[in-house]
């Protein structure tokens, strides 16, 4: 049996100089889709039910990978490290690519 999910992610991103101890996951509401002046999701059914669960995000929604294609950055759940290490590369290279339109 392999190691957590969030053991996985933490260990990688502690790996790269990044610590999650603080980071604490919400569910999206209609407070935070008003508060925010972007939002950035992983897939196109992230993009296409937040849409459909809050019409006013549209406009400000996009796929992170957006600059690169409009590439979908898959979940690594239950997947390998080597899945998480990938996933890592995406993220990292879509939120460079962001940095100069945000």
């Not at 669960?53 to 406009?59: N, Q």
């Not at 409009?70 to 997947?79: A, N, V």
């Amino acid at each position: 049996e392999g190691k957590p999910a969030d053991s996985m992610a933490k260990q990688l991103a502690q790996a790269h100089g990044i610590n999650m101890d603080s980071h604490q996951g919400r569910q999206l509401n209609s407070q935070l889709v008003a508060e925010n002046s972007v939002i950035l999701v992983m897939e196109q059914r992230h993009l296409d039910d937040l849409h459909s669960r809050y019409p006013e995000a549209r406009g400000k929604t996009f796929l992170l990978g957006k600059w690169l294609g409009d590439k979908e950055i898959p979940d690594p759940y239950r997947k390998s490290i080597e899945a998480f290490d990938h996933v890592y590369t995406l993220i990292d290279s879509a939120c460079s690519a962001w940095q100069k339109y945000l």
